[in-house]
């Protein structure tokens, strides 16, 4: 069993930085993929950033230049420091895992961003 517990959302104002935290425990594979992935209001859940064995990582162009996705494989925590940040990155935020075809989500974080 995969448990993810996030933290760090809350409230910034536009132009400012968060840094939202992972906390994965259980059976976790550092080849299998940990990332990010957004939900605002009436809208689709939508990927931000996700990291993969290591150093390979990848960025919804929307974020691309503000946000940057770490991983320590020790402490099976995935990190994600935003910075620059809009009031349309206003969403909450879940954590992911991907093990096979397995998906394993956190329970979310939210992150409002006031003009």
């Known amino acids: 069993q995969v448990l993810l517990v996030e933290s760090g959302g809350g409230l910034v104002q536009s132009g400012g930085s968060l840094r939202l935290s992972c906390a994965a425990s259980?059976?976790?594979?550092?080849?299998?993929?940990m990332g990010w992935y957004r939900q605002a209001p009436e809208k689709r859940r939508e990927m931000v950033a996700r990291?993969?064995?290591?150093?390979?990582?990848n960025y919804a162009d929307f974020v691309k230049g503000r946000f940057t996705i770490s991983r320590d494989y020790t402490k099976k925590t995935v990190y994600l420091q935003m910075n620059s940040l809009k009031a349309e990155d206003t969403a909450v935020y879940y954590c992911?895992?991907?093990?096979?075809?397995?998906?394993?989500w956190g329970q979310g974080t939210q992150v409002t961003v006031s003009d």
């Open positions: 992911h895992y991907l093990s096979g075809y397995t998906n394993y």
């Open positions: 990291i993969v064995n290591g150093d390979d990582t």
């Open positions: 259980g059976n976790i594979n550092s080849a299998d993929p």
